[in-house]
């Protein structure tokens, strides 16, 4: 996935786990937090598009199989793993590629239709579900029509500071096999999504 923090410094998710194994080649960039909901860099974080990974590959994913996001790896050798130590919630949306646009590597996002696929929220009144995690693991809706996707992660850190909310954000290139049958539904498009003054994103308003 893409988001999260070490123990010194701020992380984001740069590996996709596909059956437990790591696919350093399909995320779309690597950033630090988005302090600003409204810019470009909410939708696959800073400067995504044009693709800046020339290396960058598209995961064949069985709808209804596990996919995680996993934190960059430690700096150097004898390092602790990096963790997602910052409350807040976890999610993750699929954006399909339009029917004129052959490659996903040509297909920029902003502005474009996401429908939301899986969601880390609270564990308790106190303790959120992805806390102390250096993956966020989900299952691709066994429903979900088959074809081209862009992948958006993101974990973000409500703050008390109006404005001052840290979002991890990280997109990857996926292909999605299966019988499909759903019709998703709730299509959100970035920036555009969020306000600072929504109390999802500022829960402090009086």
Known sequence: MQAGLSGTDHRLVSHMMLTNTDNTHTTRSRSFPVYEISSPDIVCGASAFPVRNPDIQTATILAGDQVGFHLSSPDSAGDAQPIIFHEGPGQVFLSPLPADIDDLRDYDVTGQPFFKIAFAGPNSSTT???????????????????????????????????????????????????????????????PGAYKEDDPSTYPYLK
Not at 160 to 170: A, H, L, P, Y
């Open 128 to 190: 959120w579900e992805l806390e102390n995690e250096s993956v966020m693991k989900f299952n691709i809706p066994a429903t979900t029509p088959p074809g081209k996707y862009v992948m958006r992660i993101e974990h973000f850190m409500p703050n008390w500071i109006k404005g001052q909310s840290q979002w991890f954000v990280s997109c990857a290139h996926v292909d999605i096999v299966g019988k499909g049958g759903g019709s998703p539904s709730g299509f959100i498009s970035f």
